[in-house]
T-cell receptor
Framework: DAGITQSPRHKVTETGTPVTLRCHQT?????MYWYRQDPGHGLRLIHY???????DKGEVSDGYSVSRSKTEDFLLTLESATSSQTSVYFC???????????FGDGTRLSIL | QKEVEQDPGPLSVPEGAIVSLNCTYS??????FMWYRQYSRKGPELLMY????GNKEDGRFTAQVDKSSKYISLFIRDSQPSDSATYLC????????????FGKGTRLSVIA
């Protein structure tokens, strides 16, 4: 299995609070991605990174920010969580854009 | 039209059956094709990866790409209850800087 660790694995929080999810990899892959997965919508890309401090927006980036200060860590932040951001969040990594992505086991986030 | 369309199912088959899972895509520039399997409460895992037309076989699994019809298929022979999962197709264009585009997934149940 690709060395990808997501933390926390589960979180329940209240509307309006800030939330940070962490993805840590041990594969030294250049690309890292954050997705959310919701029933009826499948996997939707939030943001991705193609190197330290290099990030770009995905399909559903509004309300989310990311940071990558080290190759191995990619953080996803919800500055002020809303109930619509209740979802399962997956981190993925790939060596480059043409290589398959490998996924972590997800973070279940509930915003009440 | 969505870039990648996939019938969500659910699809229920008896053990031992041949399963056919399908996706259509709209962009003729798509050249990389992948199939992922996702068990409940887990991240997607890569099953098959191809960038050419034709068939690619791996054990009980065969991936088929028809670029003229923009159609990709995954066949599972001698299906087992352990194959019960959601199957996602994914593709991306070459050349380009676009990350993967995923189908919404088809949920498969193999009944013993």
């Amino acid at each position: 299995d690709a060395g990808i660790t997501q933390s926390p694995r589960h979180k329940v929080t209240e509307t309006g609070t800030p939330v940070t999810l962490r993805c840590h990899q041990t594969e030294n892959h250049r690309y890292m991605y954050w997705y959310r997965q919701d029933p009826g919508h499948g996997l939707r890309l939030i943001h991705y990174s193609y190197g330290v401090k290099d990030t770009d927006k995905g399909e559903v980036s509004d309300g989310y920010s990311v940071s990558r200060s080290k190759t191995e860590d990619f953080l996803l932040t919800l500055e002020s969580a809303t109930s619509s951001q209740t979802s399962v969040y997956f981190c993925a990594i790939s060596a480059d854009l043409n290589q398959p992505q490998h996924f972590g086991d997800g973070t279940r986030l509930s915003i009440l | 039209q969505k870039e990648v369309e996939q019938d969500p199912g659910p699809l229920s088959v008896p053990e031992g059956a041949i399963v056919s899972l399908n996706c259509t895509y709209s962009n003729s520039a798509f050249q990389y094709f992948m199939w992922y399997r996702q068990y409940s409460r887990k991240g997607p895992e890569l099953l098959m990866y191809t960038y050419s037309s034709g068939n690619k076989e791996d054990g009980r699994f065969t991936a088929q790409v028809d670029k003229s019809s923009k159609y990709i298929s995954l066949f599972i022979r001698d299906s087992q209850p352990s194959d019960s999962a959601t199957y996602l197709c994914a593709t991306r264009p070459r050349p380009g800087n676009t990350p993967l585009v995923f189908g919404k997934g088809t949920r498969l149940s193999v009944i013993a």
